[in-house]
């Protein structure tokens, strides 16, 4: 059966939802506080009510099952509610389900002693802290192989010397989960085992905290943990199992990702749409211009067909509950959401002129996000790669010297096939 409906009730949830972001939650994203900024006395006062009014609307961290304090609507529903929190910074905040602490959440609920789910889960889970995921390294991030940052087990102690690269939020965060070399010479995917570190233990350097573009707040550091020790138990999974907690997070993370994208593209496509029909040049509006109308048709058909396929594989990680089994349509959606969110958001900016270029709008730091959507989680020709790679597992070659479907051998084969009852049927005729 395939319905392209949303359920009435959840539709009224939703219509809640898009009245609350505009009206309470998109003003927080010009008062220049950071959203994650949970020590911020100004951020919380604004922040907090907000979040209490949606637990009372019964929407805090949807994307949590009811054992985690969420309301386990799965991943479809939870995609609708996602692509309007997208529209504003502080969306995710407020609705107790923001990146990169709902997948360390995952790690930590999978993972965690009592004690550690005790200390940083719960706190976590209600944003009275926030996290951060250290893995990636400044010589290389695309392919965790080349990763040198280690850990090595003295005595009750686990000791982590090396480099991390873009650990977001390392300045906000309460702990950070560290991926480090504990078996050098393990086969490649069992080198890396994660840990849990507490942002107060000694040793954790901040050599910078580098902003993206050219005028957000720094927010992404370049660590160095210099003889960084945690108790043994703060390893998460089993020695060498780094790759397995890491899919943890990674596949929830990639889908909610392009979840929140679709909100910020169609936000971009709705001032767009806006400006064309604003704006004359040479006597006509905009939006009277062929080449313009071309803009606005590509991005309208791009966005809708982004969305089905992110629904759809939201629809396919409910029914599957394995995200090893969407792998290829997640790496799909991985693949495309950069290069609907540059293209949009170029569009939406050329088309506002010299103003579209200015901080005065989000044209820029847009195009500058979809970079990041394009590299986060893994760049997008690694994602191509997989989509290929496991689409090509469906389709075999042929050893024959021509392709199968050679027209001059089907014709041959349905001649000696059907060739007799041509025959009678045309003399018969
Ligand atoms: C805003 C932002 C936030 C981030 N936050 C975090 C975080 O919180 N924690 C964290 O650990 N990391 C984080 N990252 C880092 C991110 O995971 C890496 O940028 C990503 O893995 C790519 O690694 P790299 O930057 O070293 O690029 P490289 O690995 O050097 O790759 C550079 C380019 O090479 C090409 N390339 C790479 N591999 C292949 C291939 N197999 N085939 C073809 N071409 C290839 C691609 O074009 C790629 O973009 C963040 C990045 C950004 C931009």
Same mark, same amino acid.
């Given at each position: 059966?395939?319905?392209?409906?949303?359920?009435?009730?959840?539709?009224?949830?939703?219509?809640?939802?898009?009245?609350?972001?505009?009206d309470e939650v998109e003003p927080l994203d010009y008062l220049g506080?950071?959203?994650?900024?949970v020590k911020n006395e100004k951020r919380n006062k604004a922040v907090k009510p907000l979040q209490a009014e949606v637990r009372r609307q019964g929407l805090w961290a949807c994307h949590l099952g009811p054992d985690l304090g969420g309301q386990g609507y799965g991943q479809v529903k939870l995609g609708l509610l996602n692509e309007i929190l997208g529209r504003s910074h502080f969306g995710p905040i407020v609705f107790g389900c923001q990146a990169p602490d709902s997948g360390n959440a995952e790690i930590l609920a999978h993972y965690g002693t009592p004690a550690q789910k005790k200390k940083y889960l719960q706190p976590l889970l209600d944003n009275e802290i926030v996290s951060c995921f250290s893995m990636t390294e400044p010589q290389g991030g695309a392919d965790p192989k080349v990763f040198t940052c280690r850990a090595e087990l003295d005595g009750d102690e686990w000791v982590i010397n090396g480099e991390k690269w873009f650990s977001s939020h390392a300045h906000l965060a309460s702990f950070l989960i560290v991926m480090a070399v504990t078996d050098p010479q393990a086969p490649p995917y069992r080198r890396l085992s994660q840990f849990i570190v507490p942002a107060e233990t000694p040793g954790i350097e901040m050599i910078r905290n !580098?902003?993206?573009?050219?005028?957000?707040?720094?927010?992404?550091?370049?660590?160095?943990?210099n003889n960084v020790r945690i108790p043994k138990d703060h390893m998460l999974g089993n020695r060498g199992d780094g790759f397995v907690v890491a899919q943890t997070r990674l596949g929830g993370g990639r889908i909610h990702h392009a979840m929140r994208t679709i909100g910020q593209v169609k936000k971009s496509f709705d001032m767009m749409c806006e400006r064309v029909l604003s704006r004359e040049t040479q006597g006509s509006l905009l939006a009277d211009k062929q080449m313009v109308q071309e803009k606005i048709a590509d991005?309208? !058909?791009?966005?809708?067909?982004?969305?089905?396929l992110v629904l759809q594989t939201a629809w396919k990680i409910d029914k599957h509950k394995d995200y090893m089994k969407v792998r290829k349509d997640i790496s799909a959606v991985k693949a495309l959401m950069p290069k609907i969110f540059h293209d949009v958001a170029a569009r939406a900016l050329h088309l506002h002129g010299s103003l579209g270029v200015t901080p005065d709008m989000p044209f820029a730091e847009q195009v500058i996000e979809s970079f990041h959507m394009g590299l986060a989680d893994g760049p997008t020709e690694v994602h191509k790669v997989t989509v290929a790679r496991q689409v090509l597992r469906d389709y075999h070659g042929t050893n024959q010297l021509f392709p199968t479907q050679y027209i001059p051998h089907l014709r041959d084969a349905a001649i000696a096939k059907l060739g007799d009852l041509i025959e009678r049927e045309v003399s018969a005729a």
């Open positions: 059966m395939w319905s392209f409906e949303t359920d009435p009730d959840y539709q009224k949830k939703l219509d809640w939802v898009m009245r609350f972001v505009k506080v950071q959203s994650y900024d !580098m902003p993206v573009g050219y005028h957000s707040k720094p927010g992404h550091a370049y660590l160095r943990y991005s309208w !058909m791009e966005i809708e067909q982004f969305r089905l």
